[in-house]
């Protein structure tokens, strides 16, 4: 593991699970020993949350670093990390979700500058999505890199703002929800798009329909507001997460509504979501009056 940029203050990091400040100059042997304690403190969390089924224990919260204090999307790599990026930059960085270390970070030729509000991951390709519905392709690179990129106007920026994508696997396709309908009658509904892959057949993309009553359950939202969306990995269904209303919604893709409820914890700005194969809730978010943070919770003991 390549000890750069790294997330780290050994003298406060543990009781709490907590990183403080960035020290580039932390030696290797260090990096390691503070990876390998906060492992094995997780893991006993992990046991800890198991022994008591039925609640989303939260885990570990990791502070970010300042460049990553407008961190939105997460996707989940193969390896096991989690690709996250600025919303202002095209840039796109690599975190351990299990230690809150920051590996690497690289960024689209030219240092594209817009509002990117998701990302996904779909076999060697990186997806970026705008909140105009302009999606940009790419490849992962080294820390520090500059890569080419394609872009695709999925044609959908007049009707809808975007902060969600996900890629379902089983479809081959991308999913994305409108947060905020662009037109003055609001259909008062979740609309789902979802796009095959390759894209560039406008023609081949469906939406799926979801009464906001029954997104919005017995909560006290007044509408809901998705800024991510990730697809769980046990049942498939969409997971979305709504800053706006600090709460998810579970829905199939048929779209009925699993469950409706407000996120466990503080989160004063949550902008993303993932869950890991190992069955851990990732959510990220965005400084406002706190830091950024990634927090990690319990999902299905």
Known sequence: MTPIRIVLLLACALPSLAACRETPQAKAADLHKVAATRQTELARRIAAADAHPGSMTELAKWIMPPELKEISG????SRGTVFTHDDNV????????KTGILLKSWAMLGNQKGDFEAITIAGS????LRSNGKIFRFKEAADGQQVPFSVYDTGLGKECEFESLAYEADSSRLVMACKRFLNKQDPHELRIFRLPLPLGNRM??????VPIDEVIGTNKWKNFHPSDLNIDPFNKNYI?????????????????VVRSQPLPGDHRQPEGIAITRDSILLVSDEANVMPPVLTLYRWRP
């Open 74 to 77: 997460l996707a989940l790599t």
């Open 90 to 97: 095209g840039r796109v960085s690599e975190i351990d979700p």
């Open 125 to 128: 390709d990186v997806y970026l």
């Open 204 to 209: 081949a993309m469906t939406s799926i329909r």
């Open 240 to 256: 979305i997460v709504a800053s706006r209303e600090k709460g998810f919604v579970e829905v199939t893709p048929d779209g009925e």
